[in-house]
């Protein structure tokens, strides 16, 4: 069987690349931020272990605060460059994570009397990475090394959860003995409290309650 999950949840195995994949593309494209006319990203490109490419292209393209769009003076230098066709939209300065929870931060530019309270942070949703993840063309998932048929992104965000069969989860001595009382395996307990969390999830939305309140359930 599984569970039809109101709201999109990160997948606590791939929480990490998530968090990577969402420092490499621009959040408004889904295209990858890196220079495509940096020296290194010829090297990068023609680097055949997907693992080494990816963390390659991911260095690159974390630090760009914006994604880069071809003006309209690009290809008439005497040095031919290669088109990025990004965007231009801004991009987050740092994502960090905690627990399963993403943040983005945008800054400010510096000025003497800066502390720091003049950044915008936004928590990214499992919802907003699953939007920004199926933006991203074959190409950028062929250069990433996902493959676009077994291994897409946005399939790294659950929506259904499977649930195993009772087999797989008999219940259990409450003595320890064999004998007498029976209870809930772990695993069934644990499903129980997903199945009432999702329900809550539901009236919340029903409700119309604030996005803050739905965003509880969802880590």
């Excluded at 992104?153 to 009772?166: A, F, N, R, T």
């Excluded at 001595?173 to 009432?196: A, F």
Aim: glycine content about 8%; hydrophobic content about 30%; some cysteine.
């Amino acid at each position: 069987g599984h569970i039809e999950l109101h709201t999109p949840v990160f997948h606590v195995g791939f929480v990490v690349k998530i968090k990577k994949l969402l420092e490499t593309v621009c959040h408004t494209c889904g295209l990858i931020k890196a220079d495509f006319n940096h020296p290194d990203w010829i090297a990068a490109t023609k680097t055949k272990d997907a693992k080494k490419r990816f963390d390659k292209i991911w260095r690159m393209s974390r630090t760009k605060s914006t994604c880069d769009a071809d003006g309209p003076d690009a290809g008439k230098d005497k040095i031919p460059k290669i088109p990025h066709g990004g965007c231009g939209s801004a991009q987050p300065d740092t994502i960090r994570k905690d627990g399963l929870k993403l943040t983005a931060t945008w800054k400010q530019k510096k000025k003497e009397d800066d502390d720091g309270s003049g950044d915008r942070k936004e928590v990214i949703t499992p919802k907003q990475a699953q939007t920004i993840f199926k933006l991203m063309t074959e190409n950028t998932l062929a250069l990433l090394g996902l493959n676009a048929d077994y291994a897409r992104p946005e399939w790294m965000i659950l929506d259904v959860l499977p649930v195993p069969p009772p087999p797989v989860r008999p219940s259990i001595s409450v003595d320890g003995t064999g004998q007498g009382m029976r209870g809930e395996d772990d695993l069934t307990y644990k499903l129980g409290d997903i199945i009432r969390a999702n329900g809550r999830v539901a009236e919340c939305q029903q409700e119309g309650s604030p996005q803050h309140v739905t965003a509880e359930f969802e880590a």
